[in-house]
């Protein structure tokens, strides 16, 4: 009788890993069995195979396995089964075995190299065609399981009665995708009574206590795989997950022998192989082993800053362009934005806030420039020149029905009402009147068309040069209703269909936007009037005006009592009120009532991969940069799960100052001041909210490795006198980079993106960009102690007091064109430890960013500036396994003396423990209460984000995202299990491997 069993696939070459503590469910279907779901209290060993029961119990059962660990060290030849009955051939005459491949996964084994070698006879038939020698591998076959495909199968004549299938491996993407995700794992089936499998390479392990053989059913064939020299004996008491590091004399790891690999509780022997993370031998003598186990780092949902729709967590339109256009009907609220990379490109919601449906973006950077609804239909004006017609219940595009390419951003606006539309060409100086089927009915002369609308009676209204125009539904002249001196550049306009009124919204800068071709001086504090939405009645009298003349303050404390700032679209509700989307900081839309109150803001998106950051001393007081060079501090209430803007600044008008929206900065205090230190370039501003300004006070740069610029006089002065970095602070306390007050001292300065910042003002640098610094002079990490202060309190770096810790204990002298390493982020914690991350080497492996890479380090120094430990390999595929790694771009914080660094690629933030030990990656255990998975993605390249933790020792982790940024408390830091010991290594693992068995070279 068949039992449960759960087989793993490992690439290691001796010693079993034991299974996943992971409960699945037995599926059973007629004579079929699924054979999957583990014991955890059954034993197993080393050397079990499985016996497919009797003739009278299952007939085919389904060999399920699991990849526990990658080891991209070593390269992987092969994978071979084989197969033999269990009975002597005589009693199988006239009968056959099937052996099936199946896979859950696309990308599955690779299929055009399988090869069949019998033992005794070559009498292989293919099981559709009957050809001999061949194998199938066209997916098809018989639903064994839902979701597995047949991808091989092999008929056995009696004659045949054993053999091998060698199999090309998985490649490497494949088995690590099958870590993160076991519902991509595979397996096999093996349908015929009494089979049994034998020797071979990737080991499938028994967890029966019945075993009938001594061998293993499947190993792997590693290239350069020696023999066991060396092992480490331990005892869990409780299932976990486990990594192991072995150090030499003076404490650096030497080799990363496991990492986070699952254990069930008992005794455990690591089989150590005396070679090092390079696969190099060691010398014989003394070594250390510590080992770090933990129940998994688990991820709880908190809330999500700077987007909040009616459900928090759910995804919300806009990033390079945030949501520019509403429309609203009886049925809900249409939200679209001008331009996105990756999250929805529109959503619908109904008043209280319910999800009816969203549009994924058409490709990259698409996005909306007008919406129209009429009835169940919705009209769209695409920023390619497309106008689309969906259905306005469900969100689907039914047809495209007007194209044209050449007129792209012409398209202004669109209005439809009663079985018509009216489309404004503003650069043609046209209105087109056209039917549901993007027919042209009718075409108007008019100049400078920008907002339509069409009224009751089926006439058109029209902005034309600052005034708006009547267009006869039937033809006739045009006339003006609302003349130019009651306006000021208006831009969009819609009717209150509960009065009949035309609601106008001013926009200086709209066209521009429009066009991407919007200028930091128009985002500047306005000095005109405009920026109001205005109610005139059908026949031009002017009603009322909504918001301060001028716009609301754009910058200081947040007012949005007092109007708007930039003006992008505006929609008539059917209960008289009305929305508009409002492009200045915070980027947001407004539903006001028709008496001009605020009913509810809706916030964002925000820039691509957005970054927030708790104030270190206040953490309710968090810091977000917006898109255009804006910043907003908030207030987060955690428990509440609930934030508001308090106070907005500008970035994009600061010399020397490097904040860049996908980098961050630093929050510190000094004097009573508040501080905004910069993650790139180095640069420093204080916080004036009475003013609401930022005011630079230190800045350096190395401009000729794409450094923050200064003002015009000192880039000139910098190329005049053939100089290449420059440093600055406001001596006499104007806030203005003054020729007078920057020195450019000589040499090279160590500077470089993702630095570091302590409470002392002293700034380590990533060095990004520079790797030749690094690999030609090996100087190590660069850091600036302030040699003083200015009176207000600005600090004062000099070039020629620059320090290093180093040099790198991976980098040596390299010849002219071999590619250095270069910084992805520094950081010190608070025992003074040092810590850095590196991306380098020769390129290898594959993925837009990890493709530029061979090599990826994470290095720790002790206070003293020693070097303690370097570890972290490079993943060559698209997968990454535990402790491998893609492309590093910023250490993001260091918990509890843990390192955490951000991997731009796979979204990724990798830990490691003070000892250098796999912890895991934030966010890989999560606890859903009830929310889908993908809220606990970072759903863009992660270029970085950050860390607080709080007082009960648990972590706030403010993860950047496609336009918002997630919180995720991260619990689990006071399960950490250590063990620590010594072993010998009596004799160094040999120069070269020994051969396989067949005596061919490993």
Not at 483 to 510: C, F, H, N, Q
């Given at each position: 009788m068949c039992r449960t069993w759960m087989a793993l696939l490992m690439l290691v070459c001796v010693w079993p890993m034991a299974a996943q503590a992971q409960q699945e469910t037995a599926v059973r279907s007629g004579?079929?069995?699924?054979?999957?779901?583990?014991?955890?209290?059954?034993?197993?060993?080393?050397?079990?195979?499985?016996?497919?029961?009797g003739p009278k119990t299952a007939r085919r059962a389904l060999l399920r396995f699991q990849v526990s660990e990658i080891d991209s060290r070593r390269k992987i030849q092969s994978a071979s089964i084989q197969v033999k009955l269990a009975k002597p051939a005589a009693k199988w005459k006239d009968q056959s075995v099937e052996l099936i491949l199946v896979s859950d996964h696309n990308k599955g084994w690779g299929a055009d190299s399988a090869t069949w070698e019998s033992l005794n006879d070559p009498s292989i038939y293919d099981l559709q065609t009957g050809a001999p020698i061949r194998t199938r591998w066209d997916g098809g076959g018989p639903a064994l399981v839902k979701g597995a495909k047949v991808i091989s199968s092999v008929k056995l004549s009696a004659a045949s009665a054993e053999g091998v299938l060698t199999l090309p491996l998985p490649d490497v993407s494949f088995l690590t995708q099958?870590?993160?995700?076991?519902?991509?794992?595979?397996?096999?089936?093996?349908?015929?009574?009494?089979?049994?499998?034998?020797?071979?390479?990737?080991?499938?392990?028994?967890?029966?206590?019945?075993?009938?053989?001594?061998?293993?059913?499947?190993?792997?064939?590693?290239?350069?795989?020696?023999?066991?020299?060396?092992?480490?004996?331990?005892?869990?008491?409780?299932?976990?997950?486990?990594?192991?590091?072995?150090?030499?004399?003076?404490?650096?790891?030497?080799?990363?022998?496991?990492?986070?690999?699952?254990?069930?509780?008992?005794?455990?022997?690591?089989?150590?192989?005396?070679?090092?993370?390079?696969?190099?031998?060691?010398?014989?003598g003394q070594y250390t082993w510590k080992l770090l186990q933990t129940q998994g780092l688990a991820a709880e949902y908190v809330l999500t800053l700077g987007t909040n729709p009616g459900v928090?967590?759910?995804?919300?339109?806009?990033?390079?362009?945030?949501?520019?256009?509403?429309?609203?009907?009886?049925?809900?609220?249409?939200?679209?934005?001008?331009?996105?990379?990756?999250?929805?490109?529109?959503?619908?919601?109904?008043?209280?806030?319910?999800?009816?449906?969203?549009?994924?973006?058409?490709?990259?950077?698409?996005?909306?420039?007008?919406?129209?609804?009429?009835?169940?239909?919705?009209?769209?004006?695409?920023?390619?020149?497309?106008?689309?017609?969906?259905?306005?219940?469900?969100?689907?595009?039914?047809?495209?029905?007007?194209?044209?390419?050449?007129?792209?951003?012409?398209?202004?606006?669109?209005?439809?009402?009663?079985?018509?539309?009216?489309?404004?060409?503003?650069?043609?100086?046209?209105?087109?009147?056209?039917?549901?089927?993007?027919?042209?009915?009718a075409e108007v002369q008019v100049a400078q068309p920008m907002g339509v609308a069409i009224e009751a009676d089926g006439s058109g209204l029209v902005i034309s040069e600052g005034r708006i125009l009547r267009l006869p539904?039937?033809?006739?002249?045009?006339?003006?209703?609302?003349?130019?001196?009651?306006?000021?550049?208006?831009?969009?306009?819609?009717?209150?269909?509960?009065?009949?009124?035309?609601?106008?919204?001013?926009?200086?800068?709209?066209?521009?936007?429009?066009?991407?071709?919007?200028?930091?001086?128009?985002?500047?504090?306005?000095?005109?009037?405009?920026?109001?939405?205005?109610?005139f009645s059908a026949t031009g009298g002017l009603k009322r005006a909504y918001g301060d003349a001028g716009g609301r303050p754009q910058y200081g404390r947040y007012q949005p009592e007092r109007g708007f700032v930039n003006l992008a679209d505006i929609a008539a509700a059917p209960d008289g009120s009305f929305f508009v989307t409002d492009l200045g900081h915070p980027p947001r839309t407004a539903h006001h009532a028709a008496d001009g109150k605020l009913l509810r803001e809706w916030f964002g998106g925000h820039g691509y991969s957005a970054w927030a950051g708790a104030d270190p001393a206040d953490p309710t007081s968090v810091w977000m940069l917006l898109n255009y060079g804006g910043l907003m501090r908030m207030q987060v209430d955690y428990a509440k799960k609930t934030w508001r803007p308090v106070e907005i600044y500008s970035t994009s008008d600061i010399p020397g100052f490097g904040l860049g929206i996908v980098i961050g900065m630093f929050i510190r205090h000094?004097?009573?001041?508040?501080?905004?230190?910069?993650?790139?370039?180095?640069?420093?501003?204080?916080?004036?909210?009475?003013?609401?300004?930022?005011?630079?006070?230190?800045?350096?740069?190395?401009?000729?490795?794409?450094?923050?610029?200064?003002?015009?006089?000192?880039?000139?002065?910098?190329?005049?006198?053939?100089?290449?970095?420059?440093?600055?602070?406001?001596?006499?306390?104007?806030?203005?980079?003054?020729?007078?007050?920057v020195t450019f001292p000589p040499g090279i300065m160590h500077t470089g993106g993702n630095s570091y910042v302590d409470d002392t003002l002293t700034y380590y640098l990533g060095c990004s960009g520079t790797a030749w610094q690094y690999a030609k002079l090996n100087t190590g990490l660069a850091y600036y102690r302030p040699q003083g202060f200015t009176a207000n309190g600005a600090p004062i770096y000099d070039n020629a007091k620059q320090q290093f810790v180093g040099p790198l204990p991976f980098v040596g002298p390299l010849p002219d064109g071999m590619p250095g390493y270069g910084g992805a982020g520094v950081w010190r914690d608070d025992q003074g430890n040092m810590f850095a991350a590196f991306n380098g080497g020769k390129p290898a492996g594959m993925g837009f960013w990890a493709g530029r890479t061979g090599d990826n380090k994470v290095v720790k120094y002790t206070p003293d500036g020693k070097y303690q430990w370097v570890v972290g390999r490079h993943s060559l595929t698209g997968g990454v396994g535990p402790g491998e790694m893609r492309f590093l771009w910023q250490i993001v914080g260091a918990p509890h003396g843990c390192i955490a660094v951000s991997d731009v690629e796979n979204s990724f933030v990798h830990m490691w423990d003070p000892d250098g030990l796999w912890v895991g990656r934030l966010l890989e255990n999560p606890v859903l209460n009830g929310l889908p998975s993908w809220v606990f993605q970072i759903k863009c390249e992660n270029f970085g984000g950050s860390i607080h933790t709080e007082k009960d020792g648990n972590v706030l982790f403010f993860a950047s995202n496609e336009n918002n940024v997630n919180v995720f408390r991260i619990r689990g830091w006071d399960k950490f299990q250590r063990q620590q010991g010594s072993l010998t290594l009596n004799t160094p693992a040999a120069t070269t491997r020994p051969a396989q068995p067949d005596g061919k070279p490993r």
């Amino acid at each position: 009788m068949c039992r449960t069993w759960m087989a793993l696939l490992m690439l290691v070459c001796v010693w079993p890993m034991a299974a996943q503590a992971q409960q699945e469910t037995a599926v059973r279907s007629g004579d079929d069995t699924w054979l999957d779901a583990a014991n955890p209290h059954q034993k197993h060993g080393p050397e079990a195979v499985l016996q497919v029961g009797g003739p009278k119990t299952a007939r085919r059962a389904l060999l399920r396995f699991q990849v526990s660990e990658i080891d991209s060290r070593r390269k992987i030849q092969s994978a071979s089964i084989q197969v033999k009955l269990a009975k002597p051939a005589a009693k199988w005459k006239d009968q056959s075995v099937e052996l099936i491949l199946v896979s859950d996964h696309n990308k599955g084994w690779g299929a055009d190299s399988a090869t069949w070698e019998s033992l005794n006879d070559p009498s292989i038939y293919d099981l559709q065609t009957g050809a001999p020698i061949r194998t199938r591998w066209d997916g098809g076959g018989p639903a064994l399981v839902k979701g597995a495909k047949v991808i091989s199968s092999v008929k056995l004549s009696a004659a045949s009665a054993e053999g091998v299938l060698t199999l090309p491996l998985p490649d490497v993407s494949f088995l690590t995708q099958c870590v993160r995700e076991p519902q991509h794992n595979g397996g096999f089936v093996l349908q015929a009574p009494g089979l049994e499998t034998a020797d071979g390479g990737i080991e499938f392990h028994s967890f029966d206590a019945a075993v009938i053989a001594d061998r293993p059913v499947l190993s792997v064939t590693l290239e350069g795989a020696g023999a066991q020299v060396a092992g480490i004996a331990y005892e869990l008491k409780t299932a976990g997950r486990v990594s192991i590091n072995i150090y030499d004399s003076a404490g650096h790891v030497v080799r990363e022998l496991i990492a986070g690999a699952t254990r069930l509780p008992g005794k455990h022997k690591e089989p150590w192989d005396g070679r090092d993370n390079a696969d190099q031998p060691l010398p014989a003598g003394q070594y250390t082993w510590k080992l770090l186990q933990t129940q998994g780092l688990a991820a709880e949902y908190v809330l999500t800053l700077g987007t909040n729709p009616g459900v928090p967590w759910e995804r919300w339109p806009g990033n390079h362009n945030s949501v520019t256009n509403v429309a609203v009907d009886q049925s809900g609220i249409y939200f679209a934005a001008g331009s996105v990379e990756g999250p929805p490109m529109m959503v619908k919601e109904t008043a209280d806030g319910k999800r009816l449906w969203k549009i994924e973006n058409y490709g990259a950077f698409s996005g909306c420039y007008a919406l129209a609804p009429m009835g169940e239909k919705l009209f769209m004006v695409e920023n390619t020149g497309r106008i689309n017609r969906l259905n306005a219940i469900t969100g689907a595009r039914e047809a495209t029905i007007v194209e044209d390419k050449t007129q792209g951003l012409l398209f202004r606006d669109l209005a439809a009402r009663d079985g018509r539309l009216l489309l404004s060409l503003t650069d043609k100086n046209l209105v087109r009147w056209l039917d549901p089927e993007g027919k042209t009915v009718a075409e108007v002369q008019v100049a400078q068309p920008m907002g339509v609308a069409i009224e009751a009676d089926g006439s058109g209204l029209v902005i034309s040069e600052g005034r708006i125009l009547r267009l006869p539904a039937c033809g006739g002249e045009a006339t003006v209703v609302v003349a130019a001196d009651k306006l000021v550049k208006p831009w969009r306009m819609d009717i209150d269909p509960t009065t009949g009124d035309i609601l106008v919204a001013e926009s200086p800068w709209a066209v521009n936007w429009m066009r991407r071709e919007l200028k930091v001086e128009e985002q500047k504090e306005p000095e005109h009037s405009g920026r109001q939405v205005k109610r005139f009645s059908a026949t031009g009298g002017l009603k009322r005006a909504y918001g301060d003349a001028g716009g609301r303050p754009q910058y200081g404390r947040y007012q949005p009592e007092r109007g708007f700032v930039n003006l992008a679209d505006i929609a008539a509700a059917p209960d008289g009120s009305f929305f508009v989307t409002d492009l200045g900081h915070p980027p947001r839309t407004a539903h006001h009532a028709a008496d001009g109150k605020l009913l509810r803001e809706w916030f964002g998106g925000h820039g691509y991969s957005a970054w927030a950051g708790a104030d270190p001393a206040d953490p309710t007081s968090v810091w977000m940069l917006l898109n255009y060079g804006g910043l907003m501090r908030m207030q987060v209430d955690y428990a509440k799960k609930t934030w508001r803007p308090v106070e907005i600044y500008s970035t994009s008008d600061i010399p020397g100052f490097g904040l860049g929206i996908v980098i961050g900065m630093f929050i510190r205090h000094k004097d009573g001041q508040t501080l905004l230190c910069s993650n790139g370039f180095p640069g420093i501003v204080r916080v004036d909210a009475e003013n609401g300004k930022l005011v630079p006070m230190s800045a350096m740069s190395f401009p000729g490795g794409g450094g923050a610029p200064g003002t015009p006089e000192v880039m000139a002065k910098l190329k005049a006198d053939g100089k290449l970095t420059y440093q600055w602070a406001d001596r006499n306390g104007n806030g203005q980079m003054d020729l007078d007050e920057v020195t450019f001292p000589p040499g090279i300065m160590h500077t470089g993106g993702n630095s570091y910042v302590d409470d002392t003002l002293t700034y380590y640098l990533g060095c990004s960009g520079t790797a030749w610094q690094y690999a030609k002079l090996n100087t190590g990490l660069a850091y600036y102690r302030p040699q003083g202060f200015t009176a207000n309190g600005a600090p004062i770096y000099d070039n020629a007091k620059q320090q290093f810790v180093g040099p790198l204990p991976f980098v040596g002298p390299l010849p002219d064109g071999m590619p250095g390493y270069g910084g992805a982020g520094v950081w010190r914690d608070d025992q003074g430890n040092m810590f850095a991350a590196f991306n380098g080497g020769k390129p290898a492996g594959m993925g837009f960013w990890a493709g530029r890479t061979g090599d990826n380090k994470v290095v720790k120094y002790t206070p003293d500036g020693k070097y303690q430990w370097v570890v972290g390999r490079h993943s060559l595929t698209g997968g990454v396994g535990p402790g491998e790694m893609r492309f590093l771009w910023q250490i993001v914080g260091a918990p509890h003396g843990c390192i955490a660094v951000s991997d731009v690629e796979n979204s990724f933030v990798h830990m490691w423990d003070p000892d250098g030990l796999w912890v895991g990656r934030l966010l890989e255990n999560p606890v859903l209460n009830g929310l889908p998975s993908w809220v606990f993605q970072i759903k863009c390249e992660n270029f970085g984000g950050s860390i607080h933790t709080e007082k009960d020792g648990n972590v706030l982790f403010f993860a950047s995202n496609e336009n918002n940024v997630n919180v995720f408390r991260i619990r689990g830091w006071d399960k950490f299990q250590r063990q620590q010991g010594s072993l010998t290594l009596n004799t160094p693992a040999a120069t070269t491997r020994p051969a396989q068995p067949d005596g061919k070279p490993r």
